[in-house]
């Protein structure tokens, strides 16, 4: 006579916490450039990880998901020349005497509240008339 089969006691399932991490566009031009990355504090600073593909306009652009944070990166083009994002004036000295660019990522109610913006009145204080 078989045996009935016994179900292994399973574990309690640990509900998943929903990701957080929000997709961030960077994007580098260079007409001249054959190969752009991005590297940053994000990847740790490894230039194989993020390549950036060119468009038809000949823009290179990149997108990645990160949590919320603030991230510091660059672009490193030819696989030599380690750059400063052009488009992005956040800035901080790294400890070769060099800028790196920074970038906050954050929830859009977090975002919209540093930059001015109530999100309740769907205005921003810099356009308000005095």
């Known amino acids: 006579m078989k045996q009935p089969i016994r179900k292994k006691a399973s574990l309690p399932r640990i509900p998943r916490r929903p990701s957080t991490k929000q997709a961030v566009t960077f994007e580098y031009f260079d007409p001249s450039a054959t190969i752009v990355t991005l590297v940053g504090?994000?990847?740790?600073?490894?230039?194989?990880?993020?390549?950036?593909?060119?468009?038809?306009?000949?823009?290179?652009?990149?997108?990645?998901?990160l949590e919320p944070g603030t991230y510091q990166y660059k672009f490193v083009v030819?696989?030599?020349r380690w750059e400063e994002d052009p488009l992005n004036l956040h800035r901080i000295l790294n400890e070769?005497?060099?800028?790196?660019?920074?970038?906050?990522?954050?929830s859009p109610l977090a975002v919209g509240l540093e930059a001015g913006h109530d999100m309740a009145k769907g205005y921003d204080e810099h356009t308000i008339a005095g």
């Open 41 to 65: 504090d994000f990847n740790k600073w490894d230039p194989k990880v993020r390549p950036l593909k060119r468009d038809a306009g000949r823009l290179w652009k990149v997108t990645v998901r």
């Open 78 to 80: 030819n696989g030599e």
């Open 96 to 106: 070769h005497g060099t800028y790196n660019s920074i970038r906050k990522v954050g």
